[in-house]
């Protein structure tokens, strides 16, 4: 079949990406889903600073390739050994395919599955299959993330799918197979912080604003929210913050620490550079613990304070997707979503098409959206 798609051919173009055009619209096709894969048609797909981060080419990326890998949608079609999915059903997808049988699958920790590593390095499905060419002259485009939201439809593995209540709206669910899963699930699985705990979240975007939701919804008595821009603090202050810090004060840490009473116990790094580290690093108390969730340029290095860690005894841990099991969390997520717990909708800025989509990613590298929609006119 053919549609419409965003394909990046080249990492690194100068913003303002309106004039530059890093993603570049075109028809595509598709190949029909192979036995484990299923063909979904798209019904949004989140603007996430991971995608933003190929396009400046901090992260290297398998190109040319169609983007994006925060979406929801419709089956449209199954492959002959899908039988836990059928056309018409509601998904969300991962963009971390499991296997569901390796030692860390069977362990609980599917966010560190490595059997979609090789494939999405490679451009490929979870099963080695690429289904994608440019129309005009069929030559093959790569898989992103395993799953290519920027499209209209997608072929994607069925292990990346994770089937959902129709009831719920597909444009709030989208960004619960990243920025939800990511910043809800470092609250909950990674620090699994207790009733009545002080947390600190460094870093307002999609992800950080989801922590502090988590944060709330898991009872903490009080949340620290630090951020550059007044707008997304502000924001934070709606969706549970306690208290907002804005880090161009030179006096963010002394005024945060004074604030907790000397620190707070559990530290949220999710912007991935190394003045939000040192930042977390500032306010957490003794005893407490630093979560770093935020992805880095991959050269990215931040010194760490051994004596100080050592002699307060500060605990640094990574939290990759959340430390999220997908199959599992995205459902109980979205349950606590319906139930008001996590109004996760406060998070959409606004809404863009296939044609409008760079201007999408010039607003969210100026930090002016939160979580921008890219939405396929019925």
């Known amino acids: 079949m053919k549609c419409r798609a965003a394909v990046m051919y080249e990492q690194g173009k100068p913003a303002?990406?309106?004039?530059?055009?890093?993603?570049?619209?075109?028809?595509?096709?598709?190949?029909?889903?192979?036995?484990?894969?299923?063909?979904?048609?798209?019904?949004?797909?989140?603007?996430?600073?991971?995608?933003?981060?190929?396009?400046?080419g901090s992260r290297i990326r398998t190109l040319p390739a169609v983007v994006g890998h925060e979406c929801s949608g419709i089956v449209r079609?199954?492959?002959?050994?899908?039988?836990?999915l059928k056309a018409d059903d509601h998904v969300v997808m991962a963009f971390v395919s499991s296997?569901?049988?390796?030692?860390?699958?069977?362990?609980?920790?599917a966010n560190l599955c490595g059997s979609s590593w090789e494939s999405r390095k490679n451009g490929t499905?979870?099963?080695?299959?690429?289904?994608?060419?440019?129309?005009?002259?069929?030559?093959?485009?790569?898989?992103?993330?395993?799953?290519?939201?920027f499209a209209e439809y997608a072929v994607v593995s069925k292990n990346s799918l994770v089937k959902i209540d129709p009831a719920i709206s597909l444009e709030d669910a989208c960004i619960f197979g990243c920025a939800v899963l990511?910043?809800?699930?470092?609250?909950?699985?990674?620090?699994?912080?207790?009733?009545?705990?002080?947390v600190a979240v460094v870093g307002l975007g999609g992800v950080g604003l989801s922590a502090v939701?988590?944060?709330?919804?898991?009872?903490?008595?009080?949340?620290?929210?630090?951020?550059?821009?007044?707008?997304?603090?502000?924001?934070?202050?709606?969706?549970?913050a306690t208290q907002v810090f804005n880090v161009t004060?030179?006096?963010?840490?002394?005024?945060?620490?004074?604030?907790?009473?000397?620190?707070?116990?559990?530290?949220?790094?999710?912007?991935?550079?190394p003045a939000a580290t040192e930042t977390a690093y500032g306010v957490v108390r003794r005893g407490g613990k630093v979560v770093l969730a935020g992805l880095p340029d991959p050269s990215t290095r931040f010194e760490l304070p051994l004596e100080f860690s050592a002699s307060n005894e500060i605990a640094v841990v990574g939290s990759y997707m959340g430390s999220s099991v997908p199959r599992?969390?995205?459902?109980?997520?979205?349950?606590?979503?319906?139930?008001?717990?996590?109004?996760?909708?406060?998070?959409?800025?606004?809404?863009?098409t296939l044609d409008t989509i760079n201007e999408g990613f010039d607003r969210l590298a100026k930090g002016k959206s939160v979580r921008d929609l890219l939405i396929f006119p019925s």
């Open 213 to 240: 939701l988590g944060a709330k919804a898991s009872g903490a008595a009080e949340i620290f929210a630090f951020d550059v821009s007044n707008d997304k603090l502000d924001l934070a202050l709606t969706l549970g």
């Open 328 to 352: 599992r969390d995205i459902v109980r997520f979205l349950t606590m979503y319906q139930s008001g717990q996590l109004p996760v909708n406060k998070l959409r800025s606004g809404t863009v």
């Open 125 to 149: 499905l979870q099963g080695g299959g690429r289904y994608i060419q440019r129309a005009s002259d069929s030559v093959e485009l790569n898989h992103y993330s395993g799953i290519s939201a």
């Open 16 to 56: 303002p990406y309106a004039e530059s055009h890093p993603l570049v619209v075109e028809e595509i096709t598709l190949a029909p889903p192979g036995p484990d894969d299923v063909l979904v048609e798209i019904a949004a797909a989140g603007l996430c600073h991971s995608d933003l981060s190929a396009i400046n």
């Open 77 to 84: 079609e199954v492959g002959s050994n899908v039988t836990e």
């Open 249 to 273: 004060d030179p006096d963010h840490v002394e005024r945060a620490r004074e604030a907790s009473r000397g620190g707070l116990q559990f530290v949220f790094e999710m912007a991935g550079v």
């Open 182 to 198: 990511t910043g809800v699930g470092a609250v909950v699985n990674t620090a699994k912080i207790a009733l009545g705990s002080t």
């Open 99 to 109: 296997c569901g049988c390796c030692e860390f699958c069977q362990d609980g920790r």
